[in-house]
């Protein structure tokens, strides 16, 4: 059970990084007026969220999901602190 909160935590972390440095990175597409590259970046990152925890619960159970959850939120704030 720890070791599928653990590797939940890893794999949230990874998940994490990637969706709100894709958040950061569309965000600025969509303000400088380049709708074709944001909209298919944000549907990607929405469709990665969805999947990685849809994965964890599927096969890791409720605590690998809650595992991922929390490194998801750990991710968000240091990506967050780090943001120009």
Request: hydrophobic content about 60%.
């Amino acid at each position: 059970m720890v070791l599928q909160i653990l590797l939940g935590l890893f794999a949230g972390i990874g998940l994490g990084c990637a969706f709100f440095r894709g958040l950061a990175l569309g965000t600025r597409l969509t303000l400088a007026g380049d709708a074709r590259r944001a909209v298919p970046l944000h549907l990607l990152r929405l469709g990665a969220a969805v999947a990685g925890f849809t994965l964890a619960a599927a096969f890791g159970g409720a605590a690998a999901l809650l595992g991922m959850l929390a490194g998801f939120q750990a991710a968000k704030e240091m990506v967050v602190r780090r943001a120009p």
